[in-house]
Nanobody, 119 residues
Framework: QVQLVESGGGLVQAGGSLRLSCSQS????????MGWFRQAPGKEREFVAA????????EYADSVKGRFTISRDDAKNTVYLQMNNLKPEDTAVYYC????????????WGQGTQVTVSS
């Protein structure tokens, strides 16, 4: 069983930056994609960004385009989310997720890391 371990959340002022990291607990050779979702209090979980493991193509929610960058380090089995120009509305619990195996749905999830942006 693969576990996703997140780190990098915290408290930052508006306009600041944070970088989230998510590592797989063991190397897998069947990762199709990894991504990030977030959930703010009282709201549904929403898609933030994703990256294909082979080729590195990326996808972003409109709300974060131009501010967030997703990247991966294949050697470290790690995906990153660089968040710049943070806004109070970015405050949420951020969840790392992965599509591993033959499924094309996100079948592995991290425990979540809190990101709080103060105004």
């Amino acid at each position: 069983q693969v576990q996703l371990v997140e780190s990098g959340g915290g408290l930052v002022q508006a306009g600041g930056s944070l970088r989230l990291s998510c590592s797989q607990s063991r190397r897998t050779f069947s990762t199709f994609a990894m991504g990030w979702f977030r959930q703010a209090p009282g709201k549904e979980r929403e898609f933030v960004a994703a990256i294909r493991w082979s080729g590195g193509s990326t996808e972003y929610a409109d709300s974060v385009k131009g501010r967030f960058t997703i990247s991966r380090d294949d050697a470290k089995n790690t995906v990153y989310l660089q968040m710049n120009n943070l806004k109070p509305e970015d405050t949420a619990v951020y969840y790392c997720t992965a599509q591993i195996g033959t499924t094309r749905s996100y079948n592995y999830w991290g425990q979540g890391t809190q990101v709080t942006v103060s105004s």
